[in-house]
């Protein structure tokens, strides 16, 4: 299989499948592996790493060969010693030179080497910080699943009313031809089943909408034409946990925090390399050299050179980097206790969400079977003459704005959910 064959297989595996219904897990799936936000962030990891090992190379043998194969023009005439003139001449005559050189840094306190600690503790910050952006990308796919589960629910909420208010319709129509119920009955059933129907085409739009994020969220280009499976955000076991325990949790597996502490040691190895610039810096090199215009004639050179050097004053430069870098600390770790403070807040909010929403959804079940039973007590008042018109279609609004509002308690409490898994630094920490 070819390079281009292998990418389309892989494209099409990481796609929602149509008539196949896709699980919470296979978007998840489908997101780590096509979301360009994670590929950024890798890609941003990778290029950290390339810069410690960059700054590591000043530690390691310096080697460089140089060679050259220049023509002279050369010139030859004159006046012989018999006194006769002869005519000048013009040519080129071949020099041959090589070298090569090998240095090695031996000391310089520190600096190079903080410098290259500090360039690692950078990287792993960012691999930390791409972590992050995992665990986000993930929450950003359960929201998005969820919303459109909503949406799904509400879309089929809105058939039943429909289908409900076309029955009322022509149970009113059968009233008012035999002359028991008044034609303003018929009126309000037909505007209720038009209202209905608005609803219907309203809920099938937000649920095509909520596809298009729920792709967005996935990174994927390609069709709505696919169903969602039943899937629900399973109860976290610390969901009841206290907030000081949640948060013993969050600060040793949030990857914001191992980001920000490793940003903190690199600007520390960073201050303390920058003290190092105020000494000496001790290195040795060697060479070889092969000079020469004939072959007879090369001569082969070697020296070794041990080097001191020592920028005793530099305007104040070293001095005003360290002012900098003790102010860029201090900016970090004041980073580290908001970013302390942040994750309490996340946690409460996520955990009151994750109470709130179990209540208020075992309130919504409550409410759904109480104007269920109210809506059809209101058809057989009507059947049988006792009730009106408008008693019966504010039966059917409670109902449908009580389903409605089930649907929603659903989608809180999976999001909060998610929320707090995040919130605790993922299902995987």
């Given at each position: ?305 041990l080097s001191l050097s020592w920028q005793i004053f530099q305007g104040g430069l070293t001095t005003a980097q360290q002012r900098e870098a003790r102010a860029n600390l201090l900016s970090l770790q004041a980073q580290r206790d908001a970013l302390r403070q942040q994750v309490r807040l996340e ?83």
């Open positions: 299989m070819n390079a281009s064959a292998l990418v389309f297989a892989l494209a099409v595996s990481a796609a929602p499948q149509a008539g196949q219904p896709l699980t919470l897990d296979d978007a998840v799936r489908i997101a780590l592996e096509r979301q360009p936000t994670l590929v950024q962030a890798h890609a941003t990891t990778q290029a950290a790493q390339a810069r410690a090992d960059e700054t590591r190379a000043s530690l390691l043998p310096q080697v460089s060969l140089n060679a050259g194969y220049p023509f002279l023009l050369a010139s030859s005439g004159g006046r012989s010693a018999s006194g006769t003139q002869t005519p000048a001449s013009f040519g080129f005559s071949p020099n041959f030179a090589a070298n090569l050189q090998a240095s090695q840094l031996l000391w310089d306190f520190g600096g190079t080497f903080n410098r290259w600690q500090a360039s690692l503790s950078t990287a792993e910050a960012q691999q930390a910080q791409e972590h992050a952006t995992r665990l986000q990308t993930i929450l950003n796919v359960q929201t998005a699943y969820f919303l459109a589960r909503a949406q799904n629910e509400l879309v089929g909420v809105a058939r039943d009313t429909l289908q409900n208010q076309l029955r009322h319709q022509q149970q009113v129509e059968s009233f008012v031809q035999v002359g028991t119920r008044a034609p303003i009955d018929l009126a309000q059933a037909r505007t209720d089943t038009a209202n209905a129907k608005v609803q219907l085409i309203n809920s099938e739009n937000n649920f095509r909408i909520s596809l298009a994020q729920l792709n967005h969220a996935m990174g994927f280009e390609g069709s709505l034409d696919y169903t969602l499976a039943d899937t629900n955000f399973p109860a976290l076991a610390q969901e009841n946990a206290p907030v000081e325990k949640l948060m013993e949790q969050a600060l040793a597996a949030r990857p914001e925090f191992v980001a920000i502490e490793r940003q903190v040691r690199a600007q520390e190895l960073s201050l303390t390399a920058l003290g190092g610039d105020y000494f000496p810096r001790l290195s040795v090199s060697t060479a070889f050299t092969n000079v020469g215009l004939q072959d007879a004639q090369f001569t082969w050179n070697w020296n070794a050179q946690v409460e909010q996520a955990r009151v969400g994750v109470e709130g929403a179990n209540a208020a959804l075992q309130a919504s079940e409550e409410a759904l079977v109480n104007a269920r039973e109210r809506l059809r007590l209101a058809e057989g008042r009507y059947e049988a003459g006792a009730g009106n018109i408008i008693e019966l279609g504010d039966a059917q609004v409670a109902a449908t704005s009580a389903a409605a509002q089930l649907a929603q308690a659903r989608f809180n409490l999976a999001s909060a959910r998610a929320r707090l898994s995040e919130a605790l630094g993922g299902p995987t920490s």
